[in-house]
Structures are given as structure tokens and as C-alpha cells.
DNA sequence: TAGTAATCCTAGTAATTACTTGGATATACT
DNA sequence: AGTATATCCAAGTAATTACTAGGATTACTA
């Protein structure tokens, strides 16, 4: 099992062909990630489904762990983006109201990226190699500036570090959890509720 | 990729000698897991670490993937009988210590199984070759059991279903988090105090 | 103690897969 | 147009690895 331990691309695409080869071999990745899971990608795969050959991936990334760790980086652009766009409407929402619609946002973009964020939690092998050590280190957390973004707006006063870290990982593996393996007989809906219920009672006190 | 989609072992060990590999193997798989990582976990390597011919691993188990799930149901096994012990002390203690001093056993229990746990969390792929599709379908809810169990005693009322998944759910993804991810500049009895708190609020109201 | 079944091991094989080589083709630049 | 450079690809290779065949050894049984 060699494998290349540089985890930028080789290089990055300065015409627009291969720029193209680029996005194609991202987007390949993405597909045979939901089709086939993290053990059944290959690169020749990958290749073929972006319909180049072999070597142009290797052109661009030293290895498998490298455009897998790419893919995810996309998709956390993603999420922070529509999280982005979804959080401002919430501005002029009542406080009783708010925490709920903030929860249900991040659920919904969350539900996007469903089939890649199940293969992304439960096969891609959490390492050095798939994710730059100097990311924040714990795989939930990957989405936290997307918590302080509107915890900002949510929590009434500053919390605690002890609090601000477990309300983070609460919302972000629960809502994950919600998504990735819904809980047969549950309704997502009514989870969401009584997770808001339960979180306003956390922040605002007893 | 040839794998064998049978799951349990292809036959129990009679004799006690075959017993004693049976055992061996398992207790090597968890070693190999613990040092080299799922990727990194050969049958070869397994059979060498136990100290038995290649061909004796695939007489009890058809792949890899069946001893490797066997290692975790040991380990799931351990986890539930340690707690049981440790549950049984916390009987007399008053209502307002109860829910602290359970949330401690449970994340003593989940500690001592630290290096295995992380292998298993974060690296071996959570599929139907792995997990016993009659199982719990959620990975997290495997210790559910655990949480019933220390539930009839910590909860004062019926919980609605969606609260009780959230409880269970919450319970157990912040402590293994806790436990597999220390998060740096936090100390564990804090975070669980913090939690206990909490919990204590959700479950017996504002 | 002989026969039979269980257990074990050595020495492979076949298939997969990450990755390279060497040259062809397209693009940019002047 | 002509040259340099960027990009691409077909056809490999070498190493790994899951898994097996066939026979040797050990333990039960009568």
C-alpha cells in the first residue's frame, strides 16, 4: 500500500483544459464515493468516470487520499456557503422562534449532502493523510464555524468553554446522526423540535 | 477485492486448543488494530501476531472483515458487563448526584477501551459486512443497552420516543468524542460535570 | 493402540491497485 | 507560423493481499 504523504495537489491547473480536468476528477470522486464507498474508489475509477486517463490524475493530486481529502473540502465549502445564504433570513425572527429555524437550516443543508456526508462519516478512515493536520482535529468540529457563525446570533450570553464545546458537538452530531441514519420511527421533524426545546432550556437557563 | 459476505465464524472450536486460537487470533486482531490501523490490518499480519499458520484464520472466519467484527462485539461485550459492575454502586446515591456519577461510569467504561475505540470509530467502514445487519443499524447505539440499563434509574418520567433518542444519542457521541478526541485545553471532569448539569435540566424540567 | 476426526501450517496463486513511463497532442506566446 | 510549454493518455509494472490446496500433526475414541 504506497502511499504519497503530501496532501496539496501536485500542482494547480493554470489553463482552462485543465482546470476542467480538475473539477471533472472532483466531481468523478464525489460520484464513485456514493456508488462504490471509500474502499471500492479507485483511482482508475476515478479516472475513467472523469473520462481522462489515469495519469492526468496523478498530474494533479500525489495520491487517493489527496482528491478524497479535496472532495471533502468541497463539500465543506458547500455547506458553509448555503449555511451562509439560509442564516440570514433568520435575523429578524423572534427569540423563542430562533433557535429552532437555526437548527432546521443547519439540518437541511446537512440533508444535501446526505449520500456523500454517509460515506465522508462512516468509511473515509480519519487520518493525517485525509484531512491537513493542521485542520481542527476532531471530524465533527470540521463544521464549527458554521456553529459559531450562528451561535453569534443564538446563545443570549457567552458560555462557558466546557458549554460552548459541548453545545457544538451536540448540534452538529446529533443533526449529523439525524441525517446520515435516521432513526426508523422518528420523525426528523420532531427530533428537531425537542432538540430546540432542549437547547433553549440549556441556553436561556432554567 | 474478493470478500466473503457470510458473517459469523464458518465454526465454533471444539477442542480446547482450537479454542485458544480462536482467542489468540481475536486478541491479535485487536492488538494489529490498535498499532496499525484498519488499512493497515492484514490477515497475514493478524495470523503472524497470534502466532498461528494463515490457513487457521480462514478455518474460523471467512475475511477479514467477520474477526474484525467479532473484535468489536468483544468489545462491546466488555464495555456492557464492566458498566453493569460498575452501575450496581450507584444505587444509594442521592437523586442530585445520580446523573454526574453515571455519566463518569459510563466514561471510565468507554476509556478503558480508548485505542480500540478509536480504530473502530473513526476508521473501520460501517457496513453490512461488518455489522450484523440484525443489529442496531446505528453505530452510536450499540452501547443503547447501556443507556436503558443506567436510564431506568437516572430518568424520574417517561420520556417521549424523541427525547429518548436525543438523550441516548447525546450520552453517548459526547462521551466517545470525549474519549477518542480529547479536546485540547478542556479537561474531561469538566466537560462532564457541564454535562451532568445539563442533562439534569432536560430531564427534570425547568 | 489403531483409527478417525479435528486442527494446524507451508507454500503458494490470482486478482487487485496505486502509481510511472515515454511519447502524443493541444495550447500559449512572439 | 513556429517554438516552447502545458496537458493528456495508453500501456504498462511492481507490490500488496485476500484467500486456498494439500498434506502434516495433534487430539479424541473405542
Known sequence: ?????????????????????????????????????????????????????????????????????????????????????????????????????????????????QPLLRVISYEVPYSEQVLNSHEMPQRLLQFSELLEYGAMEVLPQKQSKESMYLIVNLVVSSLTQLVVNPPPGLDAQAVIEELSKKMNQWVFGP
Chains 1, 2 share one sequence.
Open 1 to 113: 500500500m504506497p502511499q504519497a504523504f503530501e496532501l496539496q495537489a501536485k500542482k494547480l491547473p493554470k489553463q482552462a483544459r485543465s482546470k476542467a480536468t480538475f473539477d471533472a476528477l472532483i466531481e468523478a470522486c464525489t460520484l464513485v464515493l456514493q456508488s462504490h464507498g471509500y474502499a471500492g474508489t479507485t483511482t482508475n475509477h476515478i479516472a475513467d468516470t472523469a473520462g481522462v486517463g489515469i495519469a492526468s490524475l496523478y498530474e494533479y493530486f500525489p495520491g487517493k487520499d489527496a482528491i478524497v481529502a479535496k472532495v471533502i473540502e468541497r463539500m465543506n465549502e458547500r455547506v458553509l456557503t448555503n449555511l451562509a445564504k439560509r442564516a440570514f433570513n433568520l435575523r429578524e425572527l423572534p427569540k423563542e422562534e430562533l433557535m429552532q429555524a437555526w437548527l432546521e437550516q443547519i439540518y437541511r443543508c446537512l440533508l444535501e449532502e
